[in-house]
């Protein structure tokens, strides 16, 4: 039985969707004006993992994540390289696939674009309007608040702070300050629609609300985000008429302590991390924390995920799994229904390679190995030939192999002297030796 958190209610409810045959799951996607950080890639991987989850309870799941193709950021990109908006666009949509290939995350079974929902976009203004809840002023279309009684149900927010945390130009010509902007009058040179109201584009709220309409329906199970989109993002999708049963959320990445920002430097680029930490690496080091708490990363923390993968990795070297038991993966299982508990499923995950190791029938060994590699998937870890994964970042693999060899020579003729001396050649290629008997194998060292 699934649990999960609900921001709407705040507390750990069990998840039970709308037609126990069909899951129904969007989450917020980025604004391709720029390279994905470390930030980006943690939703991506969190709902990753719930969409596998969900997969293994449900019939069918339907997972939607969004690309918001226009927006303000997109064009300031596009003026500084003078360049269109779509190029933008394209270029960092394509940058953020790649880089969450690298980090194991499936694609979703939708991936709706903004643009390519500007009729349905204004369609629903237009019902908004009709139902007194929005009104046109000087080009635009803003939602009236108070026309809401139930606004801030989801955020618990009170009216001042919802002011300071909604980042909205308090125009004069709002019927209240807190109102915001379904559509927008654009320039001429600036990517545009035509439309009742005039020449403009959608506001950023609106875009989510017409997609999840437009793909999943009415009335949708889960949806998801960065705990910093609960207000005012999804606050203002509820008024627009979004319904979802459960809004799950994920914490902030800090840098060393410190909230990450351009103007601290400290923007960690995920295809930078990923020029000398491997994919698998950086997603196990974003499920070592539980997915509501903040994560912090660390120059340690890539090191710390390569060593764990090099334990897990290494119990399943040389084995080939069989059928797993249900009471071998049972912890495993337990700990993901239990609200998503990643840190506890890793944990799982090192008492199995445990047993593992520890035991000496094959039959055993071999049962393990598949509740371990069967668990791992449903992290989206433990995919790799693990012997492949061992030698991962090794210059010259051929040179190693000769070296570990004379190695191996050498103590079979008990010329220790000679032994050692290649060793500490090997290590100084960042290659440890192993030795089990007679025989000898290698690893790159994380």
Known sequence: ML???NSMGRR?????PHDPHHVRMYVCGPTVYSFAHIGNARPAVVFDVLARVCRAHFPRVTYARNITDVDDKIIVAATAEGVTCSEIAARFTNAYHADLTALGVEAPDIE??????IAQMIAM?????????AYRIKGHVLFHIPGFPAYGRLSGANPDEMLAGARVEVAPWKRDPLDFVLWKPAQVIEPGWESPWGYGRPGWHIECSAMIRAHLGERIDIHGGGIDLRFPHHENEIAQGTDARFWVHNGHVTISGAKMSKSLGNVLRVRDLLADTPGEAIRYALLAAHYRQPLD?????PRAARAALDRLYGALRDLTPTDPLASDMAPVQAALDDDLNTPAALSALHALAGRLNASSDPGRRAALAAALWRGGAWLGLLQQDAAAWMRAGADDPSRIDTLVAERAQARAQRAWTRADALRDDLAALGVEVEDAGDQSRWRMRA
């Open 3 to 5: 649990r999960l958190f």
């Open 12 to 16: 750990v409810e069990r998840f039970v």
């Open 112 to 117: 709706p674009r903004a643009t390519d929902h």
């Open 297 to 301: 990363w660390t120059p340690d923390t």
């Open 125 to 133: 203004i237009e019902d908004l309007i009709a139902q007194g809840r």
